[in-house]
């Protein structure tokens, strides 16, 4: 089982209406991918670190070259890097968004984690605004918007 973790924060109780009764604790995010793990043999891990390079490299305006990097160098790193695949048999998707929150709930965690200014708190308060319903005295994406600009 690999376990890939997304975007995760502290919720403090004090951003809840006085009626919940709450404690602290955290919301996240995370993949749990099971399945069968093969280890690449060095032609494979060759191609997956050149294919990493070659993909990352190309959003900058100017590329470093893996074929301009010194060969001895790189036989001296290589047998530090693991390379694998998985043949994911089964996903499991886990979220800690307050969903059984009541609006007002979610709505006061929601604007505590974009004020943390936190680049995770943030992203996971996305998620939880996607929970809201429409009845709610604001729209969910005019608290983000409203945060998100500051």
């Known amino acids: 089982m690999f ?14 209406t006085k009626e919940c009764p709450a404690a602290p604790s ?13 280890l690449l043999d060095r032609a494979g891990l060759d191609q997956v670190v050149d294919d990493l390079v070659r993909v ?13 990097y010194s060969p001895q160098r790189r036989a001296a790193l290589m047998p530090h890097i693991v390379g694998f695949s ?8 886990k979220f800690n968004i307050k969903r059984h929150y009541s609006d007002a709930d979610k709505r006061g965690a929601i604007v505590g984690l974009i004020e943390t200014g936190k680049d ?3 992203q996971i308060a996305r998620p939880m605004a996607e929970t809201l319903s429409v009845q709610g005295d604001r729209p969910a994406n005019d608290i983000l918007d409203n945060y998100s600009k500051g």
Do not use: K
Not at 26 to 38: L, P
């Open 3 to 16: 376990v890939f973790n997304g975007p995760n924060a502290y919720v403090s109780a004090q951003w809840y």
């Open 86 to 93: 998985m043949a994911v048999t089964r996903l499991e998707p």
């Open 56 to 68: 990352n490299e190309s959003r900058f305006p100017t590329q470093w070259s893996i074929a301009d």
């Open 26 to 38: 955290w919301s996240y995010a995370v993949v749990h991918a099971h399945g069968d793990v093969r």
């Open 120 to 122: 995770d708190a943030r």
